[in-house]
């Protein structure tokens, strides 16, 4: 079979990265969640006091950030490294979420992961989600989906997956910080946050998680049975 590259991108908390994660499975693609290297690369810059005013600060700050990501135990599920330690349970804290889009605003830091991420999926077979998936890393993406739902829904679950890793916070700080970063995110001049002209729009409001996977998993199979028949065939 074909391996194809399914690109998801969409605002914060509107559920991309648990579709994604099952319809990786389902077409046992591995999968990488490009929020969590943005993350990562801002835990690093908390940590060592780097100032993203300070174009040469950052460029020698990215020359020691190494991120990788490694399959944790029986959950199937890739955690993130940064320099050789688990972060994945750090990034996730609010503190991150609030300062992450002010980070991923610097054009410096979005080429060295957007080139790590390009590397990545040189050979397809790879499901990506993030901001800029079907725009700029991959914009050959054979699958785009663009993924969104309403504020407040997004806050709920946001807040209910704090919630289930012990951080108690109000639905109005989660608001706040959702709809700051998507102004952040959709408006900055390096590479925003927008729809693909080719991507298939998904509001997953009032869908459940079942429906948004099988969709994406049906999508998908229709790109591998295209590319299929393109190659056996010549067609289009
Ligand atoms: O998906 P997430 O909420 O974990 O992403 C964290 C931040 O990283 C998000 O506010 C915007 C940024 N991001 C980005 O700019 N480009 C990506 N491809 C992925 C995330």
Redesign the pocket.
């Given at each position: 079979m074909p391996k194809i590259i399914v690109a998801i991108?969409g605002y914060?908390?509107c559920g991309?990265?648990t579709t994604a994660k099952l319809v990786a499975k389902q077409l046992n693609y591995p999968y990488i969640?490009?929020?969590?290297?943005?993350?990562a690369v801002?835990l690093y810059f908390i940590q060592n006091h780097i100032s993203v005013s300070n174009p040469k600060e950052v460029e020698s700050a990215l020359g020691n950030i190494h991120i990788t990501f490694r399959l944790h135990g029986e959950s199937g599920k890739n955690h993130t490294y940064l320099n050789g330690l688990n972060v994945e349970e750090e990034?996730?804290k609010m503190y991150i979420?609030d300062k992450?889009?002010e980070?991923?605003?610097v054009a410096s830091v979005?080429h060295a992961?957007?080139a790590q991420?390009q590397r990545m999926g040189k050979q397809k077979g790879i499901v990506?989600?993030?901001?800029?998936?079907g725009t700029v890393?991959f914009p050959q993406a054979e699958l785009k989906i663009f993924m969104t739902a309403d504020p407040t829904i997004r806050a709920q679950r946001r807040q209910l997956e704090l919630m289930e890793k012990g951080e108690l916070v109000g639905i109005e700080k989660i608001l706040e910080n959702l709809r700051y970063?998507d102004e952040?995110?959709t408006t900055?001049a390096e590479?925003p946050?927008k729809q693909a002209e080719d991507a298939v729009y998904i509001d997953n409001s009032l869908m459940t998680l079942d429906e948004q996977v099988d969709m994406v998993v049906r999508l998908a199979d229709e790109q591998i049975g295209l590319t299929l028949r393109k190659r056996n065939f010549g067609e289009g």
């Amino acid at each position: 079979m074909p391996k194809i590259i399914v690109a998801i991108d969409g605002y914060s908390s509107c559920g991309k990265s648990t579709t994604a994660k099952l319809v990786a499975k389902q077409l046992n693609y591995p999968y990488i969640d490009t929020g969590s290297m943005y993350r990562a690369v801002t835990l690093y810059f908390i940590q060592n006091h780097i100032s993203v005013s300070n174009p040469k600060e950052v460029e020698s700050a990215l020359g020691n950030i190494h991120i990788t990501f490694r399959l944790h135990g029986e959950s199937g599920k890739n955690h993130t490294y940064l320099n050789g330690l688990n972060v994945e349970e750090e990034i996730r804290k609010m503190y991150i979420s609030d300062k992450v889009s002010e980070v991923s605003a610097v054009a410096s830091v979005r080429h060295a992961l957007v080139a790590q991420q390009q590397r990545m999926g040189k050979q397809k077979g790879i499901v990506m989600d993030g901001r800029d998936i079907g725009t700029v890393v991959f914009p050959q993406a054979e699958l785009k989906i663009f993924m969104t739902a309403d504020p407040t829904i997004r806050a709920q679950r946001r807040q209910l997956e704090l919630m289930e890793k012990g951080e108690l916070v109000g639905i109005e700080k989660i608001l706040e910080n959702l709809r700051y970063r998507d102004e952040v995110d959709t408006t900055r001049a390096e590479s925003p946050l927008k729809q693909a002209e080719d991507a298939v729009y998904i509001d997953n409001s009032l869908m459940t998680l079942d429906e948004q996977v099988d969709m994406v998993v049906r999508l998908a199979d229709e790109q591998i049975g295209l590319t299929l028949r393109k190659r056996n065939f010549g067609e289009g």
